[in-house]
């Protein structure tokens, strides 16, 4: 099997060698656990090596993740400003979550991502979070199908590496809203505040990766500026 790196060295020996190439892997996590500055290492790695990439921001502003990515020690304009890198918000295509049109502004949001993805030919995908896409109960069976379809055409080419983010209720065991992300998605990486010793520590744990080896351990991080996710000892 082929593998290309997350850009977080610990990740990649966590997995005998880095990420399954052409997959989906689900990154999962309370508010403030870290999901968006690991998926802005891995893309930033990736534009370092000369591929393209494509954010897709939800919640976020484009400005605000392009900053954040600064204040982390990367500097993603000269790749917004080759065209190598694309930041797309579709805040404005979720829509009205109460609304009958709610599925159809779904499909052209898959669309639209997918034609992004081949315009430019990113071969590295952050989806940052999935879960309004999947919110809303009324049309459960429907955002099934779409998100399913969605990893299905995003795995399909064998080329394009995904990460999407979901985040879990605070406190809760679950890793997705409804569950489809993670079991449509080929990996899960886990990102925890855990209590040690009085203190919280910062905590990565593979869940799952298909066709791979893997550390089961959950694994002690920090973030540091300059440097992002830095894997330290296993708990
Ligand atoms: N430049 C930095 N240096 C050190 N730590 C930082 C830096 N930037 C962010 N952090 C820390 O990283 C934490 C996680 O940030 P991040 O935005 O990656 O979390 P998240 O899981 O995406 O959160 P959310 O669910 O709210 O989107 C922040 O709460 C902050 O403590
Ligand atoms: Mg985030």
Redesign the pocket.
């Given at each position: 099997m082929q593998r290309i790196s997350s850009g977080i060295d610990g990740l990649d020996q966590i997995l005998f060698g880095g990420l399954p190439k052409g997959r989906s892997v689900l990154?999962a996590?309370?508010?403030?656990?870290?999901?968006?500055?690991?998926?802005?290492q891995y893309l930033h790695h990736g534009l370092q090596q000369g591929e393209s990439a494509l954010f897709v921001s939800i919640?976020?502003k484009p400005e605000h993740v392009i900053s954040?990515a600064l204040?982390?020690?990367w500097d993603l304009d000269p790749f917004l400003e080759s065209g190598k890198l694309h930041v797309m918000d579709i805040t404005q295509h979720i829509g009205d979550f109460d609304s009958a049109e709610h599925t159809v502004d779904l499909g052209h949001v898959i669309e639209t991502i997918m034609a992004k993805i081949k315009a430019i030919g990113a071969t590295r995908v952050v989806i940052?979070?999935i879960a309004p896409l999947v919110f809303g109960d009324a049309h459960t069976q429907q955002i099934v199908s779409y998100i399913r379809g969605l990893i299905f055409a995003l795995e399909d080419s064998g080329n394009i590496n995904t990460l999407l983010?979901s985040?879990v209720p605070v406190g809760s065991e679950k890793v997705s809203s409804i569950g489809v992300e993670e079991f449509a998605t080929s990996g899960i990486i886990i990102?925890k505040l855990e209590p040690l010793h009085q203190r919280y520590v910062?905590t990565l744990r593979v869940k799952k990766m298909r066709g791979t080896r893997m550390e089961l351990s959950a694994y002690h991080i920090?973030?540091?500026?300059?440097r992002g996710i830095v894997v330290r000892n296993p708990l």
């Open positions: 990154v996590g309370e508010p403030g656990t870290g999901k968006t500055t690991l998926c802005l919640d976020e954040d204040s982390l020690g940052d979070p983010t985040y990102l910062r920090e973030i540091m500026s300059g």
